[in-house]
């Protein structure tokens, strides 16, 4: 009774002060059926759709971070390999020079090697820099093969896979290791040449 008894109260004073020219815009309570937000419900909506959006942000943030990760694994993968190959494939035409008895090798340190192939070219690898160089015909320029390189090592073995000499040379083992992004990979390979 009280209540209805206040709504017609306030629907009297209303009357009264709208006759006299004065209104009060927020002289009555918010009733279910008024239009409009008040600024607590604003602000608690604007409070959720932030944190909503800073967990989507995050989400999305990891699936770019893993995107990236994998695109610097293959990066790094596919010029690892590729260069190894390369390597592998043209030393296994080191030439064997019988007059010396011995392999055609003018260079031959952990970091350069430096030969003559089969048909005559003199050719050579090296470590310069964080980059894998090659070069054929005793060129000055040297061809880019790999980048971002830590580390290249040739290792000259006999048969049995101890250290040799160009006369006692029988494999050749290559080992790099490549980092791209924050992705390391390092890689191994022996390369017989054909004609030893």
Not at 110 to 139: E, K, S
Not at 153 to 172: E, H, I, S
């Amino acid at each position: 009774m009280q209540r209805v008894n206040r709504g017609v109260q306030a629907r009297e004073f209303r009357i009264r002060n709208s006759e006299r020219g004065m209104t009060a815009p927020n002289a009555e309570l918010r009733t279910p059926n008024a239009k409009g937000f008040t600024l607590v419900e604003i602000v608690i909506t604007i409070v959720l759709i932030g944190i909503l959006s800073g967990i989507a942000a995050m989400i999305i943030l990891q699936g770019v971070k893993a995107y990236t990760d994998e695109q610097s694994r293959s990066d790094v993968h596919y010029q690892c390999r590729a260069a190894m190959e390369r390597m592998a494939r043209e030393l296994r035409l080191i030439r064997w020079n019988t007059a010396l008895a011995q392999a055609d090798i003018t260079t031959m340190s952990p970091t350069v090697l430096r030969y003559t192939d089969i048909q005559g070219n003199q050719m050579g690898f090296q470590l310069n820099v964080g980059v894998i160089q090659r070069t054929q015909d005793n060129a000055a320029t040297w061809q880019t093969l790999a980048t971002g390189v830590t580390a290249l090592n040739f290792n000259y073995l006999k048969q049995d896979g101890t250290p040799a000499t160009a006369a006692t040379l029988r494999l050749v083992e290559i080992t790099m290791t490549d980092l791209q992004g924050s992705e390391t990979l390092q890689m191994r390979t022996r390369v017989h040449p054909r004609n030893f």
